[in-house]
């Protein structure tokens, strides 16, 4: 493996600003025949992250949204400014997991139905901040966290870029952009496909990553939270020990990269990781006997440095997302950047695929694990494990997309076996997002009414909720 800054060349650069002038000249014509459209998308993120990031990934999808090339297109929620995307409990840095509301626990009980001894959900509604509301459902049942992990690895990537920079945030910029990584063997196996963007044939390629693929640590981050790619994952699990390690000195050489996990004791390693992945865990307030990432997410990462289980609560994901919106995982801009990679993820999936939320902006991870064993009549299919079936979401929504009349966190773990669990948490989305609009319904109509009275209507108590159905619809997006 090889580290190097990135240099762009002379064409590089011209295609870039060439890239910006179209842009440009898009905007421009958009602008002059819709004035509204203009002043709320000019900027519409991600479409002017490109140059800022390095994400080739949101070139293509700028692109997309300028309809000068064919590709899916982003719901309405998706399409937030920069700006916009922003970490929102600030001044309410003292807020913690304020005591159960029972209603509302029985209310989310009903949505989950005959299942639900086999769920595990933690619900925030920040809709009334001053009148937050939290319910939980088997809250403290620990689970395997599956791809939600990935957390914990940008968590432990960006407390170590605050350590040796705790002052400097263009130092930590520099570290995430100009750094470029190429792949090796520690990316083996990985089924999970990413976007390439060719600069030199403004080309787009998907595929999984390969030995010798080369891009900024900035774009493995994003392969890690968008397409949940587990190379990326563990390539970053892998360079964060070296950060760690090495300090100032990282980028190192392949050669000093190559001798460290050669040559450095088993158990030095293990330490190491654990300094990476579970130190940030408990700096940052967190039960490390709650919520645990212990390991590499490949195969190779897991031979050559030995870790341990991983775990998680609803309960536990719940503060660290709630931390996130204060500013409190690890600080205000590292907080606000997690959040920013949970917002321009590739495709909504799963949870996030409910068609309640296109409208609404969605910052979300999602992981699961299943296996399957014969069984007389049953077909093993994606997502139906009859073994286990693991499916986890975390997720902050904002709804309305800017006008943010409902905001809530909702952190939600599954084991039901035999059945589509990504359609399963898509269908749950649904059922609480009707369920907290309806809630709030009296207090936003009041709020829109002109010369409203100062006596406020009784909330909405009586919501029947609608449990999950016992055979799921087909899901709207390919999961």
Same mark, same amino acid.
């Given at each position: 493996?090889?580290?190097? $800054?990135?240099?762009?060349?002379?064409?590089?650069?011209?295609?870039?600003?060439?890239?910006?002038?179209?842009?440009?000249?898009?905007? !421009?014509?958009?602008?002059?025949?819709?004035?509204?459209?203009?002043?709320?998308?000019?900027?519409?993120?991600?479409?002017?992250? /490109?140059?800022? +990031?390095?994400?080739?990934?949101?070139?293509?999808?700028?692109?997309?949204?300028?309809? +000068?090339?064919?590709?899916?297109?982003?719901?309405?929620? #998706?399409?937030?400014?920069? #700006?916009?995307?922003?970490?929102?409990?600030?001044?309410?840095?003292?807020?913690?997991?304020?005591?159960?509301?029972?209603?509302?626990?029985?209310?989310?009980?009903?949505?989950?139905?005959? &299942? *639900?001894?086999?769920?595990? *959900?933690?619900?925030?509604?920040?809709?009334?901040?001053?009148? $937050?509301?939290?319910? =939980? *459902?088997?809250?403290? *049942?620990?689970?395997?966290?599956?791809?939600?992990?990935?957390?914990?690895?940008?968590?432990?990537?960006?407390?170590?870029? #605050?350590?040796?920079?705790?002052?400097?945030?263009?130092?930590?910029?520099?570290?995430?952009?100009?750094?470029?990584?190429?792949?090796?063997? /520690?990316?083996?196996?990985?089924? @999970?496909?990413?976007?390439?963007?060719?600069?030199?044939?403004?080309?787009?390629?998907?595929?999984?990553?390969?030995?010798?693929?080369?891009?900024?640590?900035?774009? &493995?981050?994003?392969?890690?939270?968008?397409?949940?790619?587990?190379?990326? #994952?563990?390539?970053?699990?892998?360079?964060?020990?070296?950060?760690?390690? /090495?300090?100032?000195?990282?980028?190192?050489?392949?050669?000093?990269?190559?001798?460290? /996990?050669?040559?450095?004791?088993?158990?030095?390693?293990?330490?190491?990781?654990?300094?990476?992945?579970?130190?940030?865990?408990?700096?940052?307030?967190?039960?490390?006997?709650?919520?645990?990432?212990?390991?590499?997410?490949?195969?190779?990462?897991?031979?050559?440095?030995?870790?341990?289980?991983?775990?998680?609560?609803?309960?536990?994901?719940?503060?660290?997302?709630?931390?996130?919106?204060?500013?409190?995982?690890?600080?205000?801009?590292?907080?606000?950047?997690?959040?920013?990679?949970?917002?321009?993820?590739?495709?909504?999936?799963?949870?996030?695929?409910?068609?309640?939320?296109?409208?609404?902006?969605? &910052?979300?991870?999602?992981?699961? !694990?299943?296996?399957?064993?014969?069984?007389?009549?049953?077909?093993?299919?994606?997502?139906?494990?009859?073994?286990?079936?693991?499916?986890?979401?975390?997720?902050?929504?904002?709804?309305?997309?800017?006008?943010?009349?409902?905001?809530?966190?909702?952190?939600?773990?599954?084991?039901?076996?035999?059945?589509?669990?990504?359609?399963? @948490?898509?269908?749950?989305?649904?059922?609480?997002?009707?369920?907290?609009?309806?809630?709030?319904?009296?207090?936003?109509?009041?709020?829109?009414?002109?010369?409203? +009275? =100062?006596?406020?209507?009784?909330?909405?108590?009586?919501?029947?909720? +609608?449990?999950?159905?016992?055979?799921?619809?087909?899901?709207?997006?390919?999961?």
């Amino acid at each position: 493996m090889q580290i190097s $800054p990135n240099k762009p060349t002379n064409e590089n650069l011209s295609r870039q600003l060439m890239g910006l002038v179209d842009a440009a000249r898009i905007v !421009l014509l958009l602008c002059l025949s819709a004035p509204l459209w203009c002043i709320s998308n000019a900027y519409a993120y991600p479409i002017d992250a /490109f140059e800022e +990031t390095g994400i080739g990934r949101l070139e293509v999808m700028r692109r997309i949204e300028a309809e +000068t090339i064919k590709g899916r297109k982003q719901p309405k929620g #998706a399409l937030l400014s920069t #700006a916009e995307v922003d970490i929102r409990l600030r001044e309410h840095t003292d807020m913690e997991l304020p005591p159960a509301d029972g209603v509302f626990r029985r209310q989310i009980e009903g949505l989950l139905g005959d &299942y *639900v001894d086999r769920y595990a *959900v933690s619900v925030l509604d920040l809709s009334d901040v001053d009148n $937050p509301r939290y319910a =939980e *459902v088997n809250g403290n *049942v620990a689970r395997n966290p599956g791809s939600v992990g990935k957390i914990i690895v940008a968590l432990g990537l960006y407390q170590t870029l #605050a350590d040796l920079y705790p002052d400097d945030i263009d130092a930590r910029w520099r570290v995430l952009r100009d750094t470029e990584i190429i792949a090796d063997e /520690f990316i083996i196996s990985d089924h @999970h496909t990413v976007r390439m963007w060719d600069r030199e044939n403004e080309k787009l390629i998907r595929r999984p990553l390969e030995i010798g693929d080369r891009a900024s640590m900035m774009e &493995y981050v994003d392969w890690m939270i968008s397409p949940s790619a587990n190379a990326a #994952a563990a390539t970053l699990t892998k360079h964060g020990m070296l950060l760690t390690k /090495f300090g100032h000195n990282y980028p190192v050489s392949e050669e000093v990269s190559k001798d460290y /996990f050669a040559n450095t004791p088993r158990a030095e390693l293990t330490e190491q990781l654990a300094t990476f992945i579970q130190s940030p865990v408990t700096r940052n307030g967190f039960d490390l006997d709650k919520i645990r990432q212990g390991s590499f997410f490949t195969r190779t990462g897991k031979r050559k440095v030995q870790g341990t289980t991983s775990y998680a609560t609803s309960r536990e994901l719940m503060k660290v997302m709630l931390r996130m919106e204060q500013g409190r995982l690890v600080d205000e801009f590292s907080s606000r950047e997690i959040k920013r990679m949970m917002y321009v993820t590739e495709r909504r999936i799963r949870y996030a695929s409910a068609p309640a939320l296109r409208k609404s902006a969605v &910052y979300f991870k999602s992981g699961s !694990l299943y296996k399957c064993e014969p069984e007389p009549d049953f077909v093993c299919k994606k997502y139906h494990g009859n073994v286990r079936n693991f499916m986890n979401s975390v997720a902050i929504v904002e709804s309305p997309a800017g006008e943010r009349k409902l905001h809530y966190i909702v952190t939600l773990m599954s084991n039901v076996l035999r059945r589509n669990s990504a359609v399963d @948490h898509q269908t749950f989305a649904t059922r609480l997002h009707r369920l907290i609009e309806a809630y709030h319904k009296p207090r936003l109509e009041e709020a829109s009414v002109p010369n409203a +009275t =100062e006596e406020k209507a009784p909330p909405a108590q009586s919501v029947t909720p +609608t449990p999950i159905p016992a055979s799921p619809p087909e899901p709207v997006t390919d999961n």
